[in-house]
Structure formats: C-alpha cells, structure tokens
C-alpha cells in the first residue's frame, strides 16, 4: 500500500515529475472507489460557473477520512505516518533536493468533483501554481472518466502535457515557479487523494 513501492516513470518535461501506473493494488484502489467518504463543500474559486455548468460541488476531507474503514486507515498510517521519512526521502533523490528534511508531510486531503452526466467538460481550476510554501504535491486518481484529466505546461518552453482521469495513477511534482498546472472535470465525477508537504521555514517565493 506504499506509493512508493512500484516504479515509477520520470519525466522533464513541460518539468519534472513522476507518474506510477496501478500505484496501489487492485483490490485497495477498488476498495476506495466503491466506498469513498463522505465530505464537506469544495472550494472552487469559480463556482458561480461551475455550478451553471452542472457540477455538484463535494467536499474537502482531510486525513481521518474513514477511520472506521480498515483500508482507508491503512492507507493513511503507512503513507502519512509510518514512512514519510522515506517519501520525502525518495522525493528528495527523484527531484536532487539536498536535504530531504526541510520539509513536512502537511496534507492527505480526499476531493471529489461531482457532476451530472450530461454536463459539459469544466475547467476546475484555471491555470496556476502551488503556493510556494509546498516543496511537493501529488495527485492520486480513483476513478477513470472521458475528458478529465491534470494538464501541465511550461510556459517558457510552451510544452505542455495531459494526464487523463485514470484509476490508480499517481503523478507527484515538485513545486516550482516553472510548475504551471490546470485540471478538468469530465463526464464522471473526478475522485482525487493529494499528499503533499511544505517547507518547515515560511517562504514567500520559489
């Protein structure tokens, strides 16, 4: 059930990255599409367009989110408290990062993007960075769905990249100015874990 125990694909480009296909086995990844926990409103910077466009706005849930389900707590022990030493060291030798401890794992948050089927495809958020106090974000789908996805782009080389909704893959960053990323909601609700952290010191800049 660690994210990290299969390989994994290193891309440069339009920045770095890594993508894992079929991070968590089978029956965990299903186990969690089938049985997602219940949340709270999630904050969408345009919601007045979103909601016009059918979406069903679901909530945020932070780490505890089904404590009472024996996979979900599983899951959140062994990645957010039994080995995040070797995520942030993993992370650390992916990307070259020096030091492997300036930072903390600060969030397992579950989202859900609900949509009517008939709705057309919404941009959830337009393009942007992470706040510069996260050092690293990911994104875990659950859940697969036609014209959704996670696009990335440089905009000094004008690359840019798509990663359609697809159960069970894992892409993980590391956050930069370059980092420049948009995600959409297709014709099935988009299901997402994000594990992130951010640096112990306050930064204001990249």
Request: glycine share 2%.
């Amino acid at each position: 059930m660690f994210i990290f125990d299969r390989p994994y694909q290193y891309f440069e480009e339009p920045w770095p990255h890594i993508v894992i296909e079929n991070v968590l086995p089978k029956k965990v990844a299903d186990h969690m599409l089938h049985n997602w926990p219940e949340t709270n409103v999630y904050n969408l910077e345009n919601k007045e367009e979103i909601n016009r466009s059918n979406v069903l706005l679901e909530p945020i849930l932070n780490f505890g989110a089904n404590s009472d389900d024996p996979i979900y707590e599983e899951f959140e022990y062994v990645n957010y408290v039994q080995r995040t030493d070797e995520i942030l060291e993993t992370a650390a030798k992916i990307f070259n990062d020096p030091d492997p401890y300036d930072c903390d794992l600060t969030d397992l948050a579950y989202r859900e993007v609900k949509r009517e089927a008939s709705a057309p495809v919404v941009l959830v958020r337009d393009w942007h960075t992470d706040n510069p106090q996260k050092k690293y974000n990911s994104v875990l789908y659950i859940g697969s769905g036609e014209n959704a996805g996670f696009q990335a782009k440089n905009e000094k080389t004008g690359i840019d990249k798509m990663y359609e909704y697809r159960h069970n893959r894992l892409i993980w960053w590391r956050n930069t100015r370059e980092a420049v990323h948009r995600f959409y909601s297709g014709n099935a609700s988009r299901k997402t874990i994000n594990l992130s952290s951010d640096f112990k010191q306050p930064k204001k800049d990249y």
